[in-house]
């Protein structure tokens, strides 16, 4: 008997090792994915033994079935850090249910990781399945349930000490995937504080401009861009525009740091992340009040709009989205633009969301946008000239309906836009990726402005509030927001505030990036 136990503990050992040796194996190719802690690691190594000997002892189909679970929580962390360079935080898990499609797309830059961890995951799990028929392990029958009770008791236990268990490089990569998981739970769990605001003023102040554009860019930071004195040259047409007495170009803060929450809270001129009372109302949305206002609307999109943006196309006469579209690339909606009746004399609310900017960024930039993406010697400038590219494809974009309107158009304004910004891997990006994290390196964006009758741009950065607020008053609408203070906000991935938000004000002057007041999880 003794003899048939001692077989688990050399199993546990194993597994145990299987469990620890991709914190290591990732060290070698993204430095400092996990850092020795001489108070973490030896008692997560002690845990992670202990773990692995009551797996030992489950019957073989458990036993395969906890083996898989901790490998799938390690590999779920090594694929998520592969694209991001950054730990999966608990919010994250929020857009499995919202933007799945997207992160799937996304997935097809780092598909050679995804490839050889599948591949990594099966074969380890074959290995272990052939050492367990093998050895005979004793098992216990119910160790399952054990097993089971201390992972669901598991959230409570960490719910005081939040900020100690959120994943970061000090803990192992497979519990970091797991405290993500307890961290989402206790979120859903812990009730949240009702916070009263005052209800926003709408006052009709006129008739607006005749013609009102929105073009919503796709993840587009404008430190990334020539116009704004990046170094390279992807802006040609746009930098043409720079003395052209109609045209206005600054920086920005988006409102979200993804595209569904970005464009709710622009399009519905939300300051206040928890502030859902004005969207039941719907007292703010833009082309409700376009509407209102004997604007005919239009929303021309390459996005697939999920069900959380769904409550601003219903009141858009004219909708169009990524499906309804033959062609894959934003010329698309360049042509649709054209549809557009110019003599008619009615008013017009055109909204146009682009796609180019989006993971993987060569799959939305036509080959012949290509100048950069060969240009490399590793993975990291691959991403980066890829993103490039697009850049130099949505300046085109942006040149053609900014030239085709005034051309066609009189008492015009276009706004554009980004929904959230892109980091790149830079080091003043922490060297992260992506976006749809809770930092200031997705929340920078540009803000272009062309009429023929331009307003004062007088401030040297804007928000997607204040931007909001311009293209209210183009249509005609003033909007007062009582509960104002001079800071303003970022949200996360989720609307109503709940994954968390930066807090901000702009400095006295208004002129230099925003000074950070707290963030919010």
């Given at each position: 008997?003794?003899?048939k136990?001692w ?5 546990a050992?194993?597994?145990t090792?299987i469990?620890l040796?991709p914190?290591?194996?990732?060290n070698l190719?993204?430095?400092n994915?996990y ?8 008692k ?5 033994f202990?773990?692995s000997?009551l797996?030992?002892f ?14 799938l929580?390690?590999f779920v962390?090594?694929?998520y850090?592969?694209?991001?360079h950054?730990?999966l ?7 499995l249910?919202?933007?799945?499609e ?6 097809q830059?780092?598909l ?5 961890l ?7 799990l ?12 004793s098992?216990?029958?119910?160790i399952s ?5 201390l992972?669901?008791l598991?959230?409570?236990?960490i719910?005081k000490?939040?900020a100690?268990y ?7 990569g497979?519990?970091?995937?797991l ?9 859903k769990?812990?009730?949240?504080k ?5 209800p ?5 102040v006129g008739?607006g401009?005749?013609i009102?554009v929105?073009?919503m ?7 990334r861009?020539?116009?704004?004195g ?8 746009l930098?043409?525009?720079?003395n ?11 409102g ?6 970005s ?5 519905n ?15 703010t949305?833009?082309l409700?009040l376009?509407k209102?206002?004997n604007y ?8 697939e709009?999920?069900?959380?943006i ?5 009141f858009?006469?004219?909708k ?15 042509k649709?633009l054209?549809?557009i009746p110019?003599?008619?004399?009615k ?9 180019a ?5 060569e799959?939305y930039?036509p080959?012949?946008?290509?100048r950069w ?11 980066i000239?890829?993103y ?18 005034r ?7 276009i ?5 959230h910004?892109?980091m790149?891997?830079f080091?003043e990006e ?21 009429s023929?009758?331009p ?19 183009d ?42 007041v707290k963030?919010?999880?």
């Open positions: 008997m003794v003899r136990i077989k688990n503990f050399i199993f050992i194993f597994l090792f469990l040796l914190n290591f194996l990732a190719w993204w430095e994915y850092l020795f802690s001489s108070k973490n690691s030896p997560e190594v002690g845990i992670t202990l773990i000997l797996i030992s489950a019957p073989r189909r458990q036993q395969l079935f906890w083996i898989a679970f901790f490998l929580l390690n962390q090594l694929g850090f592969g694209y991001f950054t730990y935080p608990p919010f994250q898990l929020d857009l249910f919202t933007q799945l997207d992160i799937l797309d996304s997935a830059s780092i050679g990781l995804i490839l050889l599948g591949v990594g995951f099966v074969g380890v074959l290995l272990l399945h052939y050492l367990t028929r093998k050895l005979k392990l098992t216990l029958p119910y349930l054990f097993l089971l009770f992972l669901i598991f959230p409570f236990f719910a000490k939040r100690v959120f994943p970061n490089g000090v803990h192992l497979y519990l970091n995937t405290f993500a998981v307890d961290l989402w739970i206790i979120n769990l812990t009730p949240r009702k916070i009263h605001y005052k926003y003023i709408v006052e009709k008739g401009k005749k009102v929105v073009i860019g796709e993840s587009l930071n404008f430190k861009m020539h116009l704004f990046w170094e390279v040259n992807n802006t040609p047409n930098d043409k525009l720079k052209d007495p109609h045209f206005f170009y600054k920086p920005a803060i988006s979200g740091v993804n595209t569904p929450v464009i709710v809270t622009f399009f001129l939300k300051r206040e992340p928890q502030n859902l009372s004005l969207l039941l109302s719907q007292k949305n833009l409700k376009a209102e206002n005919t609307t239009y929303w021309l999109s390459m996005q709009e999920g069900t959380s769904s409550t601003l196309l219903n858009a006469d004219f169009k989205t990524r499906k309804d579209f033959k062609e894959k690339y934003d010329d698309g909606l360049v649709e054209k549809k110019t003599i008619d004399g008013r017009k609310f055109i909204i146009i969301h682009l796609r900017d989006h993971s993987p960024y799959e930039t080959p012949s946008f290509y993406k060969f240009n490399f010697d590793n993975y990291h400038k691959y991403k000239y890829s490039y590219d697009s850049v130099l494809y949505v300046d085109h974009t942006l040149f053609q309906i900014i030239n085709y309107i051309h066609h158009f009189k008492e015009y304004a706004y554009f836009t980004s929904d910004g892109e790149l891997g080091p922490g060297e992260r990726y992506g976006h749809s994290q809770l930092v200031w390196g997705d929340t920078f964006v540009p803000f272009l402005y062309y023929d009758n307003r004062e741009l007088n401030r040297t950065i804007y928000n997607h509030y204040q931007i909001g607020k311009m293209v209210a008053e249509l005609g609408y003033k909007i007062i927001n009582p509960n104002e203070d001079g800071t303003f906000f970022v949200n996360g991935v989720q609307i109503d505030g709940s994954a968390g938000f930066i807090h901000y004000r702009f400095n006295s002057k208004g002129e230099t990036n925003p000074i950070k963030e919010k999880r």
